[in-house]
C-alpha cells in the first residue's frame, strides 16, 4: 500500500477533508479542514476531487516519507518545504518516489499548511467523512510513526503551480446580522465596526479571541440570553466583551450574545490570521453577502483551470541534464 510515514510531526497535524454536515441535532458540528479554500486549491494541483481528505499542518510540519512513488500539493499557509534536501515550491504539485522524505518546516505566514496526496488519504470513515475533530474524540492528532495510506490516484501531471490571494495576514471580514444584533445598540455596533482588533494568544480549530484595546462590547440584557445553536463565522462576545469567532469544531449551542456572523468566504482569514494580525468587520447586507458568496464558488468553480506549469531557477534543478534541453550541437565554422 503506498503513502506517507511519519517520522516526525508538529503538535497540530489532522487528517481533515470538508467534514460531516447533517448531526448538529446531535450536538456534533461539522468539523473539517479550518481553510477550506486550501482543499479546493489542492485538488486543482492534482486534478482530483476536493472532498479527499489531506493533512492539515498547525503552525510546524515535519518529515514524511514515500512508502510507494506518489503525486503531492502543498497548499494553504506557506512553509519551508524540501525533498530530499531539495528546496521545492508551495501552491504547487511535486512528485515524491518512494523512499523520498518530505520535510515541512515552521509556517511563514498564517497558520494552517496543507499536504494533499493524490488519491487522497485514505483514513476509514466515521459518521461519513475522515476529518478528525478533537473537541468530539472523533479521531487523533498525527504522530511519528503513523502510517497515512494514499487512495487510489487516477494519475496525472505535477510540476503545476498556482497563484492565490493573500488571506495569511489579516484584513476585512464581511458581517450580516442575525437575530440577536439587535440586542447590541447602535452606537455599539459602530464602534464594533471602527476598531481594529488582532488575533490573539487563543486559538485553536474551534475559534480564535480578538483583542483590542478600550472597552468591550456588550448587548443589553445578555445575562438572561438562552444557549441556542451557533455555527461557524459566529462572532460571540465573551464574558470581557472581547470577540470570539468560531470556526469549524465550534460547539453546536451557546449562551454568549453573538453580534453578527462572518460570511463563509471569509472564514479563511480568520482562520489564518497569526497572533498580532489585525482584523476589522464590516456589516454588508444579505444581498451583498451572497452575491460574493457566488463569486467564491465561481472562483472556486475556475481553479481546475487555473494551474500552471511551474517555473523553476535552473539552480534549483538537480537533474537538469536528465531534461536533455539540448539534443546535438553544431559548428559555428563549418557548412552543412
Known amino acids: 500500500m503506498?503513502?506517507?510515514?511519519?517520522?516526525?510531526?508538529?503538535?497540530?497535524?489532522?487528517?481533515?477533508?470538508?467534514?460531516?454536515?447533517?448531526?448538529?441535532?446531535?450536538?456534533?458540528?461539522?468539523?473539517?479542514?479550518?481553510?477550506?479554500?486550501?482543499?479546493?486549491?489542492?485538488?486543482?494541483?492534482?486534478?482530483?476531487?476536493?472532498?479527499?481528505?489531506?493533512?492539515?499542518?498547525?503552525?510546524?510540519?515535519?518529515?514524511?516519507?514515500?512508502?510507494?512513488?506518489?503525486?503531492?500539493?502543498?497548499?494553504?499557509?506557506?512553509?519551508?518545504?524540501?525533498?530530499?534536501?531539495?528546496?521545492?515550491?508551495?501552491?504547487?504539485?511535486?512528485?515524491?518516489m518512494a523512499g523520498q522524505r518530505l520535510s515541512l518546516g515552521a509556517v511563514r505566514a498564517g497558520c494552517y499548511g496543507y499536504l494533499h496526496l493524490g488519491g487522497g488519504i485514505d483514513t476509514p470513515r466515521v459518521l461519513g467523512a475522515r476529518a478528525v475533530h478533537l473537541a468530539a474524540g472523533l479521531g487523533r492528532a498525527v504522530a511519528a510513526g503513523d502510517q497515512l495510506p494514499a487512495g487510489r490516484d487516477r494519475g496525472g501531471e505535477t510540476g503545476l503551480a498556482l497563484e492565490v490571494a493573500d488571506r495569511?495576514?489579516?484584513?476585512?471580514?464581511?458581517?450580516?446580522?442575525?437575530?440577536?444584533?439587535?440586542?447590541?445598540?447602535?452606537?455599539?455596533?459602530?464602534?464594533?465596526?471602527?476598531?481594529?482588533?488582532?488575533?490573539?494568544?487563543?486559538?485553536?480549530?474551534?475559534?480564535?479571541?480578538?483583542?483590542?484595546?478600550?472597552?468591550?462590547?456588550?448587548?443589553?440584557?445578555?445575562?438572561?440570553?438562552?444557549?441556542?445553536?451557533?455555527?461557524?463565522?459566529?462572532?460571540?462576545?465573551?464574558?470581557?466583551?472581547?470577540?470570539?469567532?468560531?470556526l469549524p469544531e465550534c460547539q453546536t449551542t451557546g449562551g454568549y450574545p453573538r453580534i453578527g456572523t462572518v460570511i463563509p468566504c471569509d472564514l479563511p482569514k480568520v482562520a489564518q490570521a497569526p497572533a498580532g494580525a489585525p482584523l476589522r468587520f464590516c456589516f454588508v447586507s444579505r444581498a451583498v453577502a451572497l452575491e460574493a458568496e457566488a463569486r467564491h464558488a465561481s472562483h472556486l468553480a475556475g481553479l481546475r483551470r487555473a494551474p500552471r506549469p511551474l517555473v523553476r531557477h535552473p539552480g534549483d534543478i538537480p537533474d537538469l541534464l536528465g531534461y536533455q534541453l539540448i539534443s546535438g550541437a553544431v559548428s559555428a565554422h563549418h557548412e552543412p
Open 2 to 96: 503506498s503513502g506517507l510515514r511519519v517520522h516526525q510531526a508538529g503538535p497540530a497535524c489532522t487528517v481533515q477533508d470538508p467534514g460531516r454536515p447533517g448531526f448538529l441535532g446531535q450536538g456534533l458540528s461539522r468539523g473539517g479542514a479550518a481553510d477550506p479554500l486550501a482543499l479546493v486549491e489542492g485538488a486543482a494541483l492534482l486534478g482530483q476531487d476536493a472532498g479527499l481528505a489531506a493533512l492539515e499542518i498547525a503552525g510546524f510540519g515535519g518529515v514524511f516519507e514515500a512508502e510507494g512513488d506518489l503525486r503531492i500539493a502543498l497548499t494553504g499557509a506557506p512553509m519551508a518545504a524540501e525533498i530530499d534536501g531539495a528546496r521545492v515550491a508551495w501552491n504547487a504539485s511535486h512528485a515524491l
Open 168 to 246: 495569511f495576514s489579516g484584513g476585512a471580514l464581511r458581517v450580516v446580522e442575525g437575530v440577536q444584533t439587535p440586542l447590541f445598540a447602535l452606537d455599539v455596533r459602530a464602534r464594533f465596526e471602527a476598531t481594529e482588533f488582532v488575533r490573539g494568544g487563543r486559538a485553536n480549530r474551534m475559534g480564535v479571541a480578538l483583542d483590542c484595546p478600550g472597552e468591550g462590547f456588550a448587548a443589553e440584557g445578555q445575562l438572561a440570553i438562552l444557549s441556542e445553536v451557533i455555527v461557524p463565522g459566529d462572532i460571540q462576545m465573551t464574558g470581557d466583551g472581547r470577540p470570539f469567532v468560531l
